[in-house]
């Protein structure tokens, strides 16, 4: 295998170019990079495209084992210089090992709910370090994935995937406007629970039945009147010290933790 150290290549250019929006978009691919997402995405099966190797910096033993893996035999590779990847990889000590992925959404009107299934419905969320958070936590409490609605960033952009630590290989991700998901959880009958500084009741005086969609407002405008009113409930998160509002992708943790916590059978052992 020939050493790619041209920043000309093609394949060097490709990858320049899904740090942009519109061209994710139009190729339906995004670049990976690390030991952690890239063995995520083996290990979840997804679809990978090509792997982006470079020999001098992958000194891993997992890293090594990744590329024995039979889920990657047949799939292209090619080796590029040291240089070349950290310029690629954005970030200091790169590990040498990448990949161009296929982007996997879901469409909502096929999705048919299990009977403990959540999601998280985020609209208009800006930006993409919390985004890539939400990604995170949500599957950590075991979401079944995350809707976004309105002019939300890509989930498939580097700072998010960087943030989302490969949880974004493990959840349905989907894209919908407000009708179209109204309409998919009243035929499903998919309850909603949105969060508001102005509402009346605490997040942890209610009952989260599921299936269920924890709905969140963007970072700056929080959720509109006619959200709030669509939802079936609507409760506050409260604070004590002088601070007045949380972050995005706390407040979201914050509510996805009350919500796995009352499914859980707990021994709880006095202090």
């Known amino acids: 295998m020939t050493l790619i150290t041209s920043f000309a290549n093609q394949n060097v ?15 339906g691919q995004f670049f990976i990079e690390g030991l ?41 590779r090619f080796e590029v210089s040291a ?13 040498g090992i990448g990949a161009i992925v296929r982007q996997h959404w879901q469409s909502i009107d096929q999705i048919r709910p299990g009977h403990d ?15 890539g958070t939400i990604l995170r936590t949500a599957d950590s409490v075991g979401s079944r994935g995350v809707i976004l609605l309105g002019q939300s960033t890509d989930p498939y952009g580097p700072t998010a995937v960087k943030a989302s630590m490969g949880a974004i290989f493990s959840l349905d991700l989907m894209q919908s406007d407000w009708d ?17 500084d102005s509402a009346n009741t605490d997040y942890q005086n209610i009952k989260y039945g599921r299936p269920l969609i924890l709905l969140m407002g963007s970072e700056r405008h929080g959720l509109s009147e006619e959200m709030q009113s669509t939802c079936d409930h609507m409760v506050f998160i409260p604070m004590a010290g002088r601070s007045d509002s949380l972050n995005l992708a706390v407040a979201t943790a914050v509510m996805l933790y009350e919500i796995y916590n009352q499914s859980r059978k707990l021994d709880i052992i006095d202090s």
């Open 13 to 27: 250019k490709l990858i320049r170019k899904l740090e942009h929006k519109k061209y994710r978009q139009e190729t």
């Open 36 to 76: 952690r997402t890239v063995g995520e995405a083996v290990q979840t099966g997804a679809p990978i495209e090509s792997l982006v190797i470079a020999p001098e910096l992958l000194v891993s033993d997992f890293g090594l084992g990744l590329l024995e893996n039979t889920t990657l035999q047949g799939v292209d």
């Open 83 to 95: 240089e070349i990847y950290q310029k690629i990889a954005h970030k200091q000590g790169p590990q």
């Open 117 to 131: 299934d959540f999601w998280v419905a985020l609209d208009s969320i800006s930006d993409p370090g919390n985004l």
């Open 180 to 196: 179209t998901l109204q309409e998919w959880r009243v035929q499903n009958q998919v309850s909603m629970v949105g969060t508001s």
